[in-house]
């Protein structure tokens, strides 16, 4: 840096130097002001870090939150379809058994009706046998068997 100056007969020139230094305080000063926009910048990054950092972990959060919730729907879900499926069953066996309860009465109700038809059919035959137009019908037949069987002979 000395070679810059040019030498007078006290030293170098007062004015190259005052000059020089002025020059250097203007670029100090400069790089000053650089440091601080940078230092400035750096604060700034900082900030928008932390608040992105800060938005990660919320939204970590609000994910692992709305998961668990999720989890919990389906699992109340499953447990209101497990309680649904065991009433739809629960009902279904009971109309089952009355079902099989109607169905036992008809085969009842058919055994005695045919019990009827039987007894009704007894009496009916007993009431024909008894009448006397079948007696009638009996002695005419009896008559004609015993004729035809005596032309016979």
């Known amino acids: 840096m000395a070679e810059n100056f040019t030498k007078t007969f006290r030293g170098y020139s007062i004015e190259e130097v005052d000059e020089t230094i002025e020059d250097l305080e203007s670029q100090i000063d400069?790089?000053?002001a650089e440091i601080e926009s940078l230092k400035e910048e750096l604060h700034n990054v900082k900030e928008e870090n932390a608040i992105m950092a800060n938005r990660s972990t919320i939204t970590e959060k609000a994910n692992e939150e709305i998961a668990r919730l999720a989890l919990k729907e389906a699992s109340d879900l499953i447990t209101?379809?497990?309680?649904?499926a065991n009433l739809i069953l629960k009902e279904s066996m009971e109309y089952v058994r009355?079902?099989?309860?109607?169905?036992?009465?008809f085969k009842d109700d058919a055994k005695t009706f045919?019990?009827?038809?039987?007894?009704?059919?007894?009496e009916l035959i007993e009431?024909?046998?008894?009448?006397?137009i079948f007696a009638l019908i009996?002695?005419?037949?009896?008559?004609k068997k015993e004729t035809g069987h005596s032309d016979h002979l």
Do not use: F, H, W, Y
């Open 80 to 84: 209101k379809a497990k309680r649904n």
């Open 30 to 32: 400069q790089q000053k």
């Open 127 to 132: 009431t024909i046998d008894k009448s006397e």
């Open 98 to 105: 009355g079902l099989d309860k109607e169905v036992n009465g």
């Open 138 to 143: 009996n002695e005419d037949e009896n008559t």
């Open 114 to 122: 045919r019990a009827e038809v039987v007894s009704l059919s007894k």
